[in-house]
């Protein structure tokens, strides 16, 4: 009897469960113990890679520094800066500033580190002291905009490396400029001698000799030219050994080219401090009349350049091959 009805119920077809159904099933199963546990750990497997993602992308970002944006005036230039103000009023600042203005600010961040309360409580508002960037923090001071910025804890040492650095890296500082920031940390105890200090900064130690012999130079050396930034390496063993046989004739002639109230080529004041050539003559013209009537004038500027400029009519283009070469002949005739 029971053979006969199990095969009778074999015949029984019966229809596929509904997705309602099979969902009903499933919640029915995840309301278990194990299916709860199951549920769980698939949510947690996901969890766990999308947190492993994560962690992977922030590597990239280790040990950066978060740039934000500052008010210019909160913050100072370095103790140790070693830009002359003339590096703010050449034509290569101009362009950077009109960079950091179409950009809307500095795209490139300088770096700062924060003042102790002792240092920023001379000035109200101010709170960081600049490691690097001082003509980008100046650029954005002119211009009213706030200051991208890396802030950073740095000790003394660590920011005159790192401005050293930099700087190398972008707009080279004048040998003078560069004599004056190594003195100043050598003035000041950065370094115990001027060889550590080379070593430090990564620079041979005659370059370092040389910068030091350009800033030590006497202030009436320095204001014989028209900006210390002129002022070249090579000159710094002539001028130094000239000062050390006779001072007093060295400074004599930087007083003389400052009282002449003139800008002359850099060139032409380190030939008048060595004793090389005079002084050139002071700036004005000169006029070649005949009957009253002027033909010519000859007129030399602030840089001692002459030009030599004839009137209308007074030569012409047939003779300028002749005026040429008398010109030619009479450089000629010049001493050497």
């Not at 500082?173 to 900064?201: F, H, I, N």
Request: glycine share 6%; aromatic share 6%.
């Amino acid at each position: 009897m029971s053979k006969k009805l199990a095969a009778k119920a074999g015949l029984i077809q019966v229809p596929p469960a509904s997705s309602s159904a099979a969902a009903a099933v499933d919640e029915a199963r995840a309301k278990t113990a194990p299916g709860s546990m199951l549920q769980f750990l698939s949510t947690q497997s996901a969890a766990i890679k999308e947190a492993e993602d994560l962690r992977e992308r922030l590597r990239e970002f280790e040990g950066a520094a978060p740039v934000r944006g500052l008010d210019a005036a909160m913050i100072r230039p370095s103790r140790w800066a070693n830009r002359h103000e003339a590096s703010f009023n050449d034509a290569e600042f101009r362009e950077l500033k009109a960079e950091i203005e179409a950009a809307g600010g500095n795209v490139q961040p300088v770096k700062v580190r924060p003042l102790s309360p002792a240092e920023a409580v001379d000035v109200p508002g101010l709170r960081y002291e600049l490691v690097f960037g001082h003509r980008r923090h100046r650029a954005c001071l002119e211009l009213g905009l706030p200051v991208r910025a890396l802030i950073e804890e740095v000790s003394d040492q660590q920011l005159f490396e790192a401005m050293e650095r930099e700087n190398r890296g972008r707009k080279n500082l004048s040998p003078w400029e560069q004599g004056c920031m190594y003195r100043r940390a050598l003035d000041e105890g950065l370094y115990p001698s001027l060889r550590k200090l080379a070593e430090a900064v990564q620079v041979d130690v005659s370059l370092v000799s040389k910068s030091l012999a350009l800033a030590r130079l006497p202030a009436a050396v320095v204001e014989a030219f028209a900006s210390p930034l002129e002022i070249q390496f090579r000159w710094a063993q002539p001028l130094s050994e000239l000062l050390q046989k006779d001072p007093d004739a060295v400074l004599e002639r930087a007083r003389e080219l400052k009282a002449q109230g003139r800008a002359l080529a850099a060139q032409a004041v380190f030939n008048a401090l060595t004793g090389q050539t005079a002084p050139a003559p002071a700036a004005g013209s000169a006029h070649l009349r005949r009957d009253g009537r002027k033909l010519a004038t000859l007129s030399r500027d602030a840089r001692g350049r002459a030009s030599l400029r004839f009137e209308a009519g007074v030569l012409p283009p047939e003779r300028e091959a002749e005026l040429l070469q008398l010109v030619e002949d009479f450089i000629r005739r010049q001493p050497a």
